[in-house]
C-alpha cells in the first residue's frame, strides 16, 4: 500500500539495520513517517516597505523518547525531504548519546546574506508566530543550525515568549548567555567531537602528538575543532573555507589563523602556508580528515582519492552512501556524525535542563559533563560493534533504533 510522507532518505538509510534487526512493518513507519510536518508560507514587511512571502517547515520527526529537539537553518535549499532527513537524523543522535529527547528540525527557504539584519529578525520572527502552538519545553525546543545563531534565538525566544505572555527560556537553545544560554555551548559541537576522537585514539593506535589532522570548514564547528585539537597537541596541517585552504606540512598555529581570517575575511595570503583548493585539502595524506562544512562532500567522484586514515564527520552527512561503501573498501575509518556532531545537542540538553532548574553551572561543570556524555556513548558503540559486527555507522544506528523502538514499545505503541 502506497503511504504518504514516507522520507526516502531514511528508507535508504535502514534498509541494512532493518535486516540485522528483523524490523517488521510498524516499526518500519514509526521510522521512516515524521510524526508531524509542518509547511507553512508567511509573510514579512522588506525594509522596502514590500511584502514577501517566505516558505517555511519543521519536523518533529518521534517523540517517544521525550520532546522532540532540533535545529533551524536559513538556506536557499531548503527543503522538506532534507528537513525530514535530518529531523530522523536528530532523532538517532539524541538516542546514541542518550537525551531524553526525540528528533525535529526546521527551516526557511531563505539566502541570508540578501537581507538586512531588521529583516533577519522579522523573518525569525514570523517563522516562530507560525510554529508556536506546536513548540514548548515539554514539546518540541528548538536551536541554532546552519545560518543561525545565538542572536536569531534570542528575537526567537523574545517572540514566544510574547505569544506565551510569561519567561519560558527552555523553549529554545543555543541562546546567548545573558539570556540564559548555557557556558560552554558555543563551541560544545567542536569540543564533542575532539572528545571522541580522544577516546577512540588508542584503538586506532593513534597519538595525538603524532597525528596530523585536515579541517574542511572555518565556521563555527571547523574553527573550534581545530583550534580545540592544535590545543591537544594534534598537528593541524590544512584548513580551509568556502573560498579556498590553506596548508603547511609542519602544522599551523591555529590562533593566528583565526587571527588572520579574522583581520582579513579570508583564509588565504596565510604567511607561510601553500594554497590549495578544497579538493585538494579532502584528498590530503593527514591522518584525520574533519568535513565541518556541509553535506555531500565525499561522494562517488572523489571517494576513491581520500588518503586520511580516519574521518570525523563533524558536519552532517558529509559523505553519502556511495561513497561509504568505497571508504569501507578502503579501510578508511569513519567516525560517524551523530556521534561525532552530538557535542552541541548534549550542552543544548543542558542548558535546557539549567533553564527547568535556575540553576546555571560553571563552565568546567558543563566540559566534564559533556566529557562523560560522550565517552559513554563510545563506549557503548564499541560493544555494540562487537557484539553486531557491524561497522560505526551500522552499530550506531542499531543502538539508536533499537532505543527509540523499545520507547515506542513500553508505550504501547508496538507489539
Ligand atoms: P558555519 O556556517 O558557521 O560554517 C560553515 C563553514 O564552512 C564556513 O567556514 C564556510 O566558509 C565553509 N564552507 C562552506 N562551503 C564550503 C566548501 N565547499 N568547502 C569548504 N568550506 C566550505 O556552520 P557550522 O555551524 O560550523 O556548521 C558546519 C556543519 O556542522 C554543518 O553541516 C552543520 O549542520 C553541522 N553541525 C553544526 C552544529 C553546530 O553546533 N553549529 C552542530 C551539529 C552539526
Redesign the pocket.
Known amino acids: 500500500m502506497e503511504k504518504d510522507n514516507v522520507c526516502i532518505n531514511c528508507s535508504n538509510q535502514i534498509d541494512k539495520v532493518a535486516k540485522i534487526l528483523k524490523l517488521g512493518e510498524a516499526e518500519l513507519d514509526i521510522l521512516t513517517i515524521p510524526k508531524r510536518i509542518l509547511t507553512f508560507s508567511f509573510p514579512v514587511k522588506l525594509d522596502s516597505g514590500e511584502i514577501r512571502y517566505f516558505t517555511g517547515y519543521r519536523v518533529q520527526f518521534n517523540d517517544a523518547r521525550g520532546p522532540t529537539k532540533g535545529g533551524i537553518r536559513f538556506h536557499p535549499e531548503v527543503n522538506l525531504e532534507e528537513i525530514k532527513t535530518l529531523a530522523f537524523l536528530m532523532t538517532l543522535k539524541c538516542a546514541v548519546v542518550n537525551l531524553p529527547y526525540g528528533g525535529a528540525k526546521g527551516g526557511v527557504m531563505i539566502e541570508p546574506k540578501r537581507f538586512s539584519a531588521n529583516e533577519l529578525e522579522r523573518i525569525s520572527r514570523g517563522y516562530i508566530r507560525e510554529i508556536n502552538n506546536f513548540i514548548g519545553p515539554d514539546v518540541d525546543i528548538p536551536a541554532?543550525?546552519?545560518?543561525t545563531d545565538s542572536k536569531i534565538m534570542a528575537w526567537m525566544l523574545d517572540e514566544y515568549e510574547k505569544l506565551k505572555g510569561r519567561h519560558i527560556p527552555a523553549a529554545i537553545t543555543g541562546k546567548p548567555i545573558a539570556l540564559s544560554g548555557s557556558k560552554g555551548r558555543e563551541y560544545?559541537?567542536s569540543m564533542g567531537g575532539a572528545y571522541v576522537l580522544n577516546e577512540m585514539a588508542d584503538s586506532f593506535g593513534m597519538n595525538p602528538k603524532k597525528t596530523s589532522v585536515a579541517v574542511?570548514?572555518?565556521?563555527?564547528?571547523?574553527m573550534n575543532i581545530a583550534r580545540i585539537l592544535h590545543e591537544w597537541g594534534y598537528k593541524v596541517i590544512a584548513v580551509?573555507?568556502?573560498?579556498g585552504g590553506i596548508f603547511n606540512q609542519k602544522g599551523f598555529g591555529i590562533k593566528d589563523v583565526i587571527g588572520h581570517k579574522n583581520k582579513t575575511g579570508r583564509l588565504s595570503k596565510f604567511k607561510g602556508a601553500k594554497e590549495i583548493s578544497?579538493e585538494e585539502l579532502l584528498e590530503l595524506k593527514a591522518d584525520v580528515l574533519v568535513p565541518?562544512?556541509?553535506?555531500d562532500?565525499i561522494t562517488k567522484k572523489n571517494a576513491g582519492k581520500i588518503k586520511a586514515k580516519l574521518i570525523l564527520e563533524?558536519?552532517?552527512r558529509?559523505i553519502t552512501p556511495e561513497a561509504d561503501e568505497i571508504l569501507l573498501k578502503k579501510n578508511i575509518k569513519v567516525i560517524p556524525?551523530i556521534l561525532a556532531?552530538a557535542g552541541?545537542v548534549v550542552v543544548s540538553y543542558f542548558e535546557w535542563v539549567q533553564n527547568s532548574q535556575n540553576y546555571y553551572w560553571s563552565e568546567s561543570l558543563v566540559l566534564e559533563r559533556l566529557k562523560i556524555y560522550m565517552a559513554h556513548a563510545v563506549k557503548e558503540l564499541s560493544r555494540t560493534c562487537t557484539d553486531f559486527k557491524c561497522d560505526m555507522r551500522e552499530s550506531l544506528y542499531v543502538d539508536a533504533i533499537k532505543k527509540v523502538l523499545e520507547a515506542e514499545r513500553l508505550r504501547g505503541n508496538l507489539r
Do not use: C, K
Open positions: 541554532p543550525d546552519v545560518n560544545s559541537t574542511q570548514g572555518f565556521g563555527n564547528v571547523g580551509s573555507d568556502s573560498h578544497n565541518a562544512a556541509l553535506e562532500q563533524m558536519a552532517n558529509p556524525d556532531n552541541g
